[in-house]
């Protein structure tokens, strides 16, 4: 009989690895007592986990998790999550320039924004550069980002919570613009949420 593998998410992906605990809590701003007690373990049981000398059981580490990830729902805002200052374009950015910011910066969408009115005006993806190069051929390299913009990325506030944020990326939308102060000062994209996991071994 074939045996069932399960996978357990954090912030909607595969869970870290224990080793990964110590940079997740840290980053979240939690001592080790106060993660302990939101997750109802020892502060040394937490301790032994970071440091590699004990192996817990699935059902313990997800109460871990679970504790942080609630935490870090509960606390952390969309400013504390964006990537700023904000990469974008505007309306009469040349295809080509799009292009290349999309290439040197790796992104996959640039907005693209009015100077003078802070205006969001719409979202070149990298799919609208293909087709534009793929339909204009030659005179693509005579339009601007204007003329193959898709809609423009939500707006949220700086005070939004990551949860929510979490769950329209969760359900398809692409990116959120993050505005604070009336100024539009950052985004977050999915890679931006999986930052909150991310751990550098060095």
Known sequence: MLKMH??????????????ELRLLRLRAGLTQVELAQRAGVSQSLIARIEAGKVNPRVSTLMKIYRALESFMEEELTACEVMSSPLVYVKPSTSLLEVARI????GFSQLPV????????????????VLRAFIRENTRAAQLTAADVMSDPLPIISCGTKIRVVAR??????????????MKIKGIITKSDIAK???????
């Open 6 to 19: 399960r996978t357990y998410y954090f912030f909607g992906m595969p869970i870290p690895s224990p080793e």
């Open 102 to 105: 999309m290439w040197e910066k």
């Open 113 to 128: 924004i009015d100077d003078s009115s802070n205006e969001n005006l719409g979202t070149v993806f990298d799919d609208d």
């Open 168 to 181: 329209m990326l969760g359900r398809g939308v692409p990116a959120v613009l993050v505005e604070d102060e």
């Open 196 to 202: 909150l996991l991310v751990v550098s071994v060095k």
